[in-house]
């Protein structure tokens, strides 16, 4: 039996995007339901860092000194080490937002937070275990969504669906919107190894001949991002476990003594890193925002910002549209507009770092120096302002314009 709903707006997706974008637009009265594939947000080595420009929107919905209540940690500083050499590359503490940190908190802590505080709005509706398969289509333009469930089909019809269900979108796929894609010379395997109470305290990575590897201090565990070249992920499994736990303890000798925590590759994910976007975002009645629009790459972390930073712009633009009816292409290219620019200059930088950076460690078999720019960071704190704004707050921080 096919469950059939209507509503205003239909998200797909419970991501970032998708949630903020829910709870925004409920917030301004309009009917919404989000559809979330899984159970539960409960998944492993998502995007956990919300940034000081989220951190502003959080604070411009009155309801960040209760986020802040919840387990995190705050980071004012990112440092690496070259080589023997370490040197912090960005300073927080200087940013024009009301917190100058960024907060490490598990994502699905952040998105429950969030479906709690949408749920005190009766036009918000979230639908776990709801996994859309297509759309529904009639004389060109798309009217609403296709999705299974454990108690069989459900068709939800729309004035606007919105694709915010990631970088393998269902959404965009069955949309047909044209993708161009950058390349990335890198994929990242994924571990997380317990921490001890003397381990140093902040975040930072390591870069050493060929050699990747960041760690996120969890408080209880490290979060492990060790970076290899596209493609490699299987030569490296083949060479067996044991010698990848000897790469991790020779990167970071404190490590050694809980290396053995890598059982086994169950242990280890991996992440395909795909840097693309959409030629354009949108069709009739169709919008696509967040990693569904343009996945970014892992540098810096700043994804997970980008995409709240869309859910932000859609409901500024939409949100008034939606209540008065289906918003048209204009209203649905002005989104894209808005957001074309950070995404397209965050990509360009995190591409040339991709190329000009990273490749260069992955291929390079000669012991590494601190390069000049780095030095320049050592030499001339104030500069490490730059990479602070670039990665706290981005090109084009959104702001909640009925806050």
Known sequence: MTETLNTQCCIVGGGPAGMILGYLLARKGV?????????????????????????????????????????????R??????????????????LPTHCRFIALMPQWDFLNFIAEKARSYSSFHLRTN?????????DGRVTGVRAKTPNGELEIYAGLIVGADGRHSVVRERAKLEVVTFGSPMDVMWMRISRKPDDPGQTFGHVDVGKILVLLNREDYWQCAYVIPKGKADEIRQKGIELFREE??????????????L????????????????????????????????????IGGIGINLAIQDAVAAANILGTKLLRGVPTDN??????????????????????????????????????????????????PILRRIPARTVGVGFRPEHVKDA
């Open 31 to 75: 009917d919404v339901i989000v559809l979330e594939k899984h159970a539960d947000f409960l998944r492993d080595f998502r995007g956990d860092t919300v940034h000081p420009s989220i951190l502003d929107v959080m604070y411009e919905l009155g309801l960040l000194d209760e986020f802040l209540l919840r387990p995190h940690q705050e980071v």
């Open 77 to 94: 500083q990112l440092s690496g080490q070259i080589g023997n050499e370490t040197v912090t590359i960005a300073d927080f503490t200087h």
């Open 130 to 138: 709801a996994e859309v398969t297509d759309l529904i289509e009639k």
């Open 248 to 261: 991790i303890a020779r990167l970071e000798p404190f490590l050694r003594d809980r290396v053995h925590e």
């Open 263 to 298: 059982r086994d590759w169950d242990d280890v994910k991996l992440l395909t890193v795909v840097v693309d976007r959409l030629r354009q975002w949108f069709r009739p009645a169709l919008l696509c925002i967040g990693d569904a629009a343009h996945a970014m790459s892992p």
């Open 331 to 380: 209203d649905l290219q002005a989104v894209q507009r808005r957001r074309m620019f950070p995404t397209r200059a965050t990509q360009r930088l995190q591409v040339f770092l991709q190329d000009h950076v990273i490749l260069r460690v992955l291929s390079t078999n000669k012991p590494l120096t601190l390069p000049w720019p780095l030095k320049l960071l050592r030499r001339f």
